[in-house]
């Protein structure tokens, strides 16, 4: 089945240490995003991709960095310089209308940082 | 003002009954809408698309009004598995991509 796979599911870290998180999706979608979800609120874009080899920052973008160095992969790195890391990072993918199609999901990845 | 405004709820409603949940927003060149269900610490899952004409699937049902810039939907004989959040997702082009989600409504069902 097609579908979006990030891991892990779970993710502890000491603060000052950067961590990279994996998406991959089977799609064929061109599009890939990162959310990142705090408790009780809404979703914030981090990065986005349109394209191989090309992205952009979202809303968010400070201390974090990605990659598109293959369609099905959008790995993320949070960076020691990310004030507040731990949250619930959400990855997506859209097809082939792109910014007019609905997101797909990953199941996500909590990340704790102590 | 935010871009994407849900009213937070939470909404309790016993089984059986309608539920309706609004969704206002900001940015009158936006193309498409969606609304989101997302589980107690699970990814957001598409519920339906949004469409001008209004559009069912079972006991949901979705409408926009692009003149008020207003979604809406309409859940009919509440289960006690719709208890979730529901995200308002409004998709806009102008200046560049632009997907924005309201930090969405909970409703809890009760037996």
């Known amino acids: 089945d097609g579908g979006i796979t990030q891991s892990p599911k779970y993710l502890f870290r000491k603060e000052g240490q950067n961590v990279t998180l994996s998406c991959e999706q089977n799609?064929?979608?061109?599009?890939m995003y990162w959310y990142r979800q705090d408790p009780g609120q809404g979703l914030r874009l981090i990065y986005y991709?349109?394209?191989?080899?090309?992205?952009q920052k979202g809303d968010i973008a400070e201390g974090y960095s990605v990659s598109r160095e293959k369609k099905e992969s959008f790995p993320l790195t949070v960076t020691s310089a990310q004030k507040n890391p731990t949250a619930f990072y959400l990855c997506?993918?859209?097809?082939?209308?792109?910014?007019?199609?609905?997101?797909?999901f990953g199941n996500g990845t909590r990340l704790t940082v102590t | 003002r935010k871009e994407v405004e849900q009213d937070p709820g939470p909404f309790n409603v016993p089984e059986g009954a309608t539920v309706a949940f609004n969704c206002t927003y900001s940015?009158?060149?936006?193309?498409?809408f969606f609304w989101y269900r997302q589980d107690c610490r699970k990814e957001p899952k598409l519920l339906m698309s949004?469409?001008?004409s209004g559009n069912e699937d079972g006991r949901f049902t979705a409408q926009l009004n692009r003149a008020s810039q207003y979604i809406s939907l309409l859940i009919r004989d509440s289960k006690l598995s719709d208890s979730a959040t529901y995200l308002c997702?409004?998709?806009?082009?102008?200046?560049?991509?632009?997907?924005?989600f309201g930090a969405g409504t909970r409703l809890f069902v009760k037996a």
């Open positions: 991709s349109q394209i191989v080899n090309d992205f």
């Open positions: 997702v409004v998709n806009g082009l102008a200046g560049g991509f632009k997907t924005i």
């Open positions: 799609l064929n979608h061109d599009a």
């Open positions: 940015n009158s060149a936006s193309q498409s």
């Open positions: 997506a993918s859209s097809g082939a209308d792109g910014p007019l199609s609905p997101l797909h």
């Open positions: 949004v469409y001008s």
